[in-house]
């Protein structure tokens, strides 16, 4: 023992500072770079307000355009990633991830339905998504229920089950669709990230960040649930509650993210991994650590997205999953003993 | 108030299946307390309904003079800690940092640990001999070393009452000793009452102050363990034959299983 551990506090400013800059760098190449141009100087010519020739355009490019989307990115990743540990907290298993077990994928299907019925993207298509992302966690929930939810196998199988299950319905619902709304759907369904403007994330922002904050109250009481629940219980936890607060919490910040920019799967599962790896596993430290590290993940992914291809862009879903599929491989291959 | 724990017609079932019978007993203040029976027999489901992880509808369960109803959740905590039967831990804490997680049930939300806290974990892990593994991950112990870990976390609680469910079930003889010894020491130097399931009826001889003979949900026979472990009540309970006699090391009793195939043997039948 020494006395590293009284100075949790500051373990977390530490790491949250490191990540912090991490983000702060990865928005702002976000920024500086795009297909119609790339270099730093605009930027910060731009931030600090110094007047280039043409800077009107460079500016409404920076901030109208490439900003927004920035930002969003930053927090889809951070809900994905913090979405992924607070599963794995509460399964008790590492591999546990809403794109995995199908909960962004029922979200999916509950946001298509409401674009299908012409609601509004804010609150409707928004509702909808939380509608099917409760109503899939409901059916994972009973498929796995009884002790064998602790089993990796149990869990895993349901959550693929339901995914595939999910994307029948999503392929189903698309092949209904005759108009020009096809396209957007199946670009969304990738994962998108170029539909933001200000105000969209600014309502994504509001709907997430309460969330995140929540979450990180609970980040003691997941700790002791990763000891196992009796022991949890018998050391103060109410577990019935903490289970039930963080799962609704979740999903609701999930679908929330499903909603705006489809699914972007495997961030849940890479981050929360990496980031345990670098600082260990005490959530107190995660919990900020996941909304810093994978907002920062996520906008370097976009980043690559729309630089990588000649023309156009990738969806950043794409790249997500080319990073997080292979990486999910090996942990269950690492960890199935 | 010398009683620890009181518990007066206590009754459990799982839906319609009953495992605890109409249960009275006292468990006084600083005993050392085994509760013995065969599989099936509603001891862990006792164990479970003191530490409050289940909760009877019917019956009395006072700990301290006080009904269980009257304690919340932290304050629970704070009277009794649990150590359940081995539980495998896939996330990788280290074991100061699950021994400090004993520290919750006396931290606020967030469970910051003040100074006072990492004393009294560091001492918990001097109690328990793990001085030497607190920067290992709980991933890489052996199961003798994480019981120890588990132990250690109880008593970072600083609970008045220690439940353990079988603790020695998985170890080898030498860390079924040291367990043991280990909570001896508990009761003796900080007046901690120690709970104990066990399987195992010689440790229970050797460290039971007062023991629990537990049949079919109901209560067989309960005492010093000069009373509770005798032939009649031993094969009553468990149903097969056995040898009682008095220990080498005196003033308890030691019970020797005894084999169908010795029995029938010819030589050596009229020997027993």
């Known amino acids: 023992m020494n006395t590293r551990a009284p100075f949790v506090l500051k373990r977390i400013f530490v790491v949250s500072f490191l990540l912090l800059i991490l983000l702060g760098v990865g928005m702002f190449l976000g920024l500086s770079m795009g297909s119609s141009g790339s270099g730093m100087s605009p930027v910060l010519e731009s931030l600090f307000g110094a007047r280039g020739p043409d800077s009107a355009l460079m500016d409404t490019i920076i901030w109208k355009i490439r900003f927004p989307r920035v930002l969003l990115s930053a927090l889809v990743g951070a809900t994905l990633s913090l979405g992924g540990l607070v599963f794995q907290a509460l399964l008790r298993n590492p591999l546990a991830e809403p794109y995995i077990l199908g909960i962004s994928g029922g979200s999916a299907i509950g946001a298509i339905t409401g674009i299908l019925l012409g609601f509004s993207r804010f609150p409707g298509v928004a509702a909808a998504a939380f509608a099917g992302s409760i109503f899939t966690l409901f059916l994972i929930l009973v498929m796995s229920s009884g002790q064998s939810i602790i089993k990796r196998d149990s869990l895993l199988l349901s959550g693929v089950m339901v995914n595939a299950f999910c994307s029948a319905i999503i392929m189903f619902l698309v092949s209904l669709t005759r108009d020009s709304r096809l396209h957007n759907i199946i670009f969304w369904l990738m994962g998108d990230l170029s539909s933001g403007d200000m105000h969209q994330v600014g309502i994504l922002a509001a709907t997430v960040l309460p969330c995140f904050c929540l979450i990180f109250f609970f980040s003691s009481p997941m700790n002791l649930l990763l000891m196992g629940k009796e022991t949890a219980q018998t050391t103060g936890v109410n577990i019935k509650a903490v289970t039930l607060i963080l799962l609704v919490v979740t999903s609701f910040a999930v679908s929330a993210t499903v909603s705006q920019c489809g699914l972007v799967g495997f961030v849940g599962l890479v981050m929360p991994h990496l980031l345990r790896l670098l600082f260990g596993p005490d959530h107190r430290v995660l919990v900020p650590a996941c909304v810093l590290g994978g907002g920062a993940y996520m906008v370097f992914c976009d980043l690559l997205a729309r630089v990588l291809p000649e023309q156009g862009e990738i969806p950043a879903g794409v790249i997500t999953a080319m990073i997080g599929a292979p990486l999910f491989v090996f942990l269950l291959k690492r960890s199935g003993r | ?272």
């Open chain 2, 1 to 272: 108030m010398n009683i620890a724990i009181n518990i007066q017609n206590l009754n459990y079932a799982y839906g319609k299946y009953v495992v605890l019978k109409d249960v009275s007993f006292c468990v006084k203040r600083g005993d050392f307390f085994i509760i013995i029976g065969p599989n099936g027999s509603g001891k862990s489901t006792l164990m479970r309904l003191i530490s409050g992880i289940i909760r009877s509808k019917t019956g009395q369960l006072d700990l301290f003079g006080m009904p269980m109803q009257g304690y919340n959740r932290k304050a629970l905590a704070r009277t009794i800690a649990f150590v359940p039967q081995m539980v495998m831990v896939e996330f990788p804490f280290t074991v100061s940092e699950v021994v400090l997680m004993g520290r919750s049930p006396h931290q606020g939300i967030l469970g910051i640990e003040k100074r006072e806290d990492l004393e009294i974990a560091k001492q918990a892990i001097a109690f328990t001999g793990l001085e030497h593994l607190s920067h290992r991950k709980l991933t890489q112990l052996s199961g003798g070393e994480l019981q120890r870990v588990y132990i250690a976390k109880a008593i970072c609680q600083e609970p008045r009452i220690m439940l353990l469910d079988e603790p020695t079930a998985s170890l080898d003889i030498a860390h079924q000793i040291r367990v043991m010894d280990l909570m001896e020491t508990l009761k003796e130097e900080r007046g901690v009452t120690i709970v104990m399931v066990s399987h195992d009826v010689n440790l229970a001889a050797m460290y039971g102050q007062n023991l629990l003979l537990l049949k079919e949900g109901q209560i067989v026979s309960s005492g010093f363990p000069g009373k509770v472990l005798t032939y009649e009540t031993l094969e009553h309970a468990y149903d097969c034959t056995l040898l009682v006699d008095d220990s080498p090391l005196g003033r308890f009793p030691r019970v020797t299983l005894v084999s169908q195939r010795v029995l029938n043997l010819p030589g050596r039948s009229k020997s027993i």
